[in-house]
Each structure stands twice: as C-alpha cells, then as structure tokens.
C-alpha cells in the first residue's frame, strides 16, 4: 500500500511537470526575441522542476487530538515546479509522518487498548501558490487538497497466549496549507517548511489537525522533466 500511494504520487507529479513545461514551450515559442527570452530566464526558478528531497522534521498534533497522538520524527518528498508565470508555483508532495499512539475508544476488531504504541500517516498534497524572490532567498506560500491513509495499530490475543498487533487504515481527506523559504547554494537549494494540515476526519472521535516543519533540500531536475515532455510530445504525434 505504502509502495502503491509512493508511485501514483509521482505519477501525478511528472505529469503535472510535463504540462507545465509544454505551456512553457508554447510561450517562447510564440516570440523568439531576446527580450521575451530574458523574461523567462532572469530568475533561478524560472522554468525549473526540483525535487524536494532529504527532508526531516516533525509532524505536531494540534489541539484535543494530543491526547491520542504525541510528536515524533518526519519526513517528505516533493516536486517544485514553477509555472510559465514566475510568481506561481505547482507544489506536489508526501508526507511520511509518525505519532506515538494511546488509544482511548476500543473497537470491534480488538478487545485491547493501546498505550505506547506507534501511528503512521501517509499524506499526499497536491498544492499550488506564490513566490517571490529576493536575489538568492525564495519564499512561497502554497495551498491545495490532501488525501492520505492513516494506520492506527490494533491488538488482540490470540489461542495460545499470542499477541497479535496489527494496523488499522483510513483513507482520509484534507487540506493543507504551506510557507517556507529556499537559498541557493551551488548546484542545489537548502529549504525550510512550515505547514498546516487539517483532516475531514477525526482520530479517537478527535479533530486531526497537524503542525509540520520540514529542512531539505533541493535539485534540478530539468533536464529530466525536458525529457520526459519530448517523450509525450513524440507519443502524440505518432
């Protein structure tokens, strides 16, 4: 599941870099002049896709879902894709969050609570926003749906003194709402990124509401994206 929920995630994202990259085709196309040229090429993020890799953090429950879930380490991965307008930015990425876990509601499926226990969330985003630039510092404000599976761990014993634990998965909704900056070093970025996530859904009959702050960085992968465009433009034209 967590292998299947990775790749439709990239899947979405090369896609959304393919057309992004055509419109900007189109665009220099239309006009050959130096002037027309410049404009699209007079910032680092112009016309760029970057990976957004190396990520860590924390995920931070906000409000009465603390009592259930508690902080632990995260992470994500993601693509920055710049839009043929320079001000605007497509921003699809994953979070891979973990909480401590005390369960407070039983269930039907186990006759046990759990205390000290681990839950994992798995949350795509597919965001869009604004940047701006500042000679080498970038900042960006981004927002778009979510959708994600939530793992909450189960146990139960089984003939013969066995402890069985398991996951129980939810598919949820969402939204979320992200700010952050970037730096250009040589040949890659150093980013932060601080994010609001809010699920239409509840943990333990509680409001899910997470707080994420992420440090990573970021590549170029244009040319890789470039690529792929050409590969789509020959397959239409076939």
Known sequence: MNKSLFLVAI????????????????????????????KYTDTIHNSKVYIVSGSLG???????????????LASSWGMDISLPNRHYVLYPSID???????????NDESAYLIENGRANYYNVNLSIGTRRQFQKLNTY???????????????????????????????????????????????FFIYTDFGLMHAFAKIQD???????????????????????????EKKNKK
Do not use: H
């Not at 994202?13 to 990259?21: D, E, I, R, T, V």
């Not at 239309?30 to 002037?35: L, V």
């Not at 891979?96 to 039983?106: A, I, L, P, V």
């Not at 996951?167 to 900056?181: F, T």
């Open 96 to 106: 891979y969050w973990t909480f401590g876990y005390n369960q407070k509601n039983k």
């Open 58 to 72: 924390y995920g931070i429950p906000i409000g009465s879902v603390r009592d259930v879930l508690t902080a632990r």
């Open 141 to 187: 404000i981004t927002i778009g749906p979510s959708v994600g599976i939530f793992f909450e761990p189960r146990a139960d014993i089984l003939p013969g003194n066995i402890l069985r634990n398991d996951y129980d998965g939810r598919l949820m909704g969402g939204a979320k709402l992200n700010a952050g900056a970037d730096y250009k070093l040589k040949g």
């Open 11 to 38: 899947g979405i994202s090369l896609w959304m870099s393919g057309l992004a990259q055509q419109q900007r085709f189109r665009l220099l196309a239309k006009d050959s002049t130096q002037t027309k040229v410049r």
């Open 206 to 232: 509680k409001p899910l509401t997470i707080f994420s702050f992420y440090i990573g960085l970021k590549t170029d992968i244009t040319q890789m994206a470039d690529q792929v465009v050409t590969v789509f």
